[in-house]
């Protein structure tokens, strides 16, 4: 049996830590490295790092800074952010990072999906999809970090990066981002029930229960932030409550 992934996801904004909700009110919550520092101790499985701010303001990722702060990561680490060609995921993997993740390029460029699944692996490929619900019940795609309605129903999006190799999805919901009311468990049902590969949730985890009841619907692994950055459970705690409920987690 395939064991639980915990992966925290740091965001961040012209060099600071940040967090918002629903995509907006975006407040600073630290830095960079301590984090990275601190979570590497913790026993999580993995790290999502991505810088928001590079896709709307045209940015390459920073690779500097991302040479820094892998440096102080000792788990799998996954960078978002800016990523537009294959130059930037061979810089984004020379700097230390170990899977890509794309999100806004691709929906102008899919086929770019299975250029990079094919140059680096699949492994190395996560697709991000931000999701809100709509008015008439259906989840559509948004890119520019949730600003930018696609008009694409999400769950065809799932199957179609499947289709083009993404070795993974990463769903955030819009609605739950940082609101740590629980994750959208029909979201998250319908992505998993319409893909083979392994699905990433994140947006809205509060307590333990709710990564429970993600996991129940499908999720194969749990990214979360606000639950880690604004209150007292860590995530070993989280494994630990997670194997008590018949959870296969890694030590």
Known sequence: MLKVRLIPTLLYKDNDLVK???????????????????????????????????????????????????????????????????????????????????????????????????????????????AKKEQDGTYQCYSCSGTKPMGINVVDWSKRVEGLGAGEILITSIDKDGTMQGYDLELIKLVTESVSIPVIVSGGAGGYKDFLNALNVGAKAIAAASIFHFTEQTPREIKKLLSENGITVRK
């Open 20 to 130: 918002g909700v629903k995509f907006d009110s975006w407040r600073k919550v630290g830095s960079i490295l301590p984090a990275v520092k601190v979570y590497t101790m913790r026993q999580v499985d993995e790290l999502i790092i991505v810088d928001i701010a590079a896709t709307k303001e045209n940015c390459a990722p920073d690779f500097d800074l991302i040479k820094d702060f892998s440096c102080e990561c000792f788990v799998p680490l996954t960078v978002g952010g800016g990523v537009k060609s294959i130059d930037d995921i061979r810089n984004l993997l020379k700097s230390g990072a170990d899977k890509a993740c794309i999100n806004t390029f691709v929906y102008k460029n899919p086929n770019f999906i299975k250029e990079a699944s094919q140059v680096f692996g699949a492994q190395c490929i996560v697709v991000s999809i931000d």
